[in-house]
């Protein structure tokens, strides 16, 4: 790791993880869900954000933080509050009460074009969270527009298809012209690097997207494969959790369509992800095959939809996609 700040994302989101892995299994625990406990999301969803942004604003004293998550939940449930707190005291002791409400609504930075920010989702695929699926806390950092760092937990992933161990939970992390690495999040095995799979055939290609219909257009999705000669079903992941399939070789392509015509992709659902496709090897755009544009706040409003591929495929799927949405 040569950029000391990745150092810090990377423990930050180890700490988040082991949070979230924590509340779902006291909530396994337990085996009901009385109205005291929560919603195991809602718990681990702030206690996430209030260890990453606490963690990096004691390395970083002046970061800007955009973030999904905001305070005003807690701060009119005293209840919820200490129940979080809870939860993140068992990875940060020292902190109180106050500091980690500073910390959860620290993360309502505005983004844009200008200096540097990081972006946090602490619990993407909240839907896969609840059904004991795949999630990841995703973390980056964005220099003038431009992603520079990115950071992947993903505690429900088995084994990255590039790496040769299995473990549950890993952990993916890279920069901008630095490559991309992965390891268990428990430690124990060395970090490996990273890679698109070099597939050139649409036929044998893996495909994924969303488990939930409300975020891609799977029938559409369904007839551009058709169109390409794909074989194989798509493989369902929530998360950006798909992201890392394409980054380590696990998918080749990653295809999110729109499902409604207004709908603004968050930048937190995409800019680490995006930059570990991108860093090993791979190519991101928007299904259009225009550029995702971190630089415009909070959202990706300039952009319809997600294209993540190993690069060889990227430019015959978005003919495909040109032809069926065309139709
Ligand atoms: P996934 O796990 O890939 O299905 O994506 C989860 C993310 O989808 C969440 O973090 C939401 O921000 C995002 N989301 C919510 N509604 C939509 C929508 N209508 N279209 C696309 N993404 C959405
Ligand atoms: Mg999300």
Not at 315 to 327: D, Y
Request: hydrophobic share 45%; aromatic share 6%; with cysteine.
């Amino acid at each position: 790791m040569v950029d000391p700040e990745l150092q810090v994302a990377v423990g930050a989101v180890v700490q988040a993880a082991r949070l979230c892995e924590a509340v779902r299994a006291a909530q396994g625990g337990t085996g009901t869900i009385t109205k005291a406990d929560y919603s195991p999301v809602t718990v681990a969803d702030f206690g996430s954000q209030a260890l990453v942004i606490d963690a990096l604003r004691r390395a970083l004293p002046s970061v800007s933080i955009v973030a999904e998550e905001d305070a005003e939940a807690l701060l009119a449930d005293r209840p919820l509050a200490e129940r979080v707190l809870a939860f993140v005291r068992a990875e940060a002791s020292g902190l109180s009460l106050e500091g980690m409400l500073s910390a959860i609504g620290a993360g309502d930075g505005a983004g844009g074009r200008v200096g540097r920010f990081w972006t946090l989702d602490p619990i993407d695929g909240t839907k896969g969270f609840i059904r004991g699926d795949h999630y990841a806390v995703a973390l980056a950092r964005v220099d003038g527009g431009t992603v520079t760092l990115g950071v992947l937990g993903c505690p429900s992933l088995v084994r990255p298809a590039c790496v040769t161990a299995a473990a549950p939970g890993w952990i993916f992390y890279g920069e901008r012209c630095g490559g991309v690495w992965c390891r268990p999040l428990a430690g124990g095995v060395p970090p490996q690097a990273v890679q698109v799979s070099q597939r050139m055939s649409l036929r044998e290609a893996v495909f994924c997207e969303s488990v939930e219909k409300g975020h891609t257009a799977q029938g559409a999705a369904a007839r551009i494969c058709a169109l390409l000669g794909v074989a194989a079903a798509p493989l369902r992941m929530d998360s950006q959790c798909k992201y890392a399939a394409v980054a380590s070789g696990m998918a080749d392509v990653y295809l999110r369509l729109p499902t409604q015509a207004g709908y603004e992709e968050k930048i937190w659902d995409h800019a680490a992800g995006a930059l570990l496709v991108e860093q090993a090897g791979g190519r991101v755009t928007d299904v259009m095959g225009a550029d995702l544009d971190f630089s415009q706040g909070r959202t990706l409003r300039m952009n319809k939809g997600v294209l993540a591929t190993n690069g060889h495929l990227h430019a015959a799927v978005l003919g495909a996609i040109a032809a069926v949405l065309g139709e």
